[in-house]
């Protein structure tokens, strides 16, 4: 018995001097991916006017659909990232018939936002180079 104890104390001590630190395992964490990805690409491409099937050919089916309100499609998406959080995005569609009215969300379509610049305008100039208008000549009065 004695011999026993006297090995688990001599474990313990040189074991607490002469090993490295070892750190708890722990539990792996997924990222986790729920409903559509939305991209701003697709919001970019998405035009008024454009039918259900066009609109589901860049957005992809909707997971949540409104049986109140065939009309209106909500593209939920969110990502939860171990020790970061979570992020949610959404965007709500909305149909006139079959055609697309307007949509509402956490995106904007870029051409919304960048600004136009204006048109260039050109300038013909009809008289060729060393060819000037005849001008009447200048009158000095003499006194």
Known sequence: MRVIASLLML????CS???PRIGIPRVHRITIQQ???IT?????KLKP?????QVTFIMGETVLKNSFNPDRWDYIYSVQVPNVGITKRSATLYFDGDLLAFFTGDYAPTSFWAPTPPPVE???DSTAPGDEPDAEPAVVEQS
């Not at 701003?40 to 970019?44: A, S």
């Not at 006017?49 to 099937?53: A, E, I, L, P, V």
């Open 11 to 14: 474990s313990l001590v040189g």
């Open 17 to 19: 001097f002469h090993m």
């Open 35 to 37: 409903g559509n990805v």
């Open 40 to 44: 701003q690409t697709m919001i970019d």
């Open 49 to 53: 006017g454009m039918t259900r099937s």
């Open 122 to 124: 050109e300038i013909e």
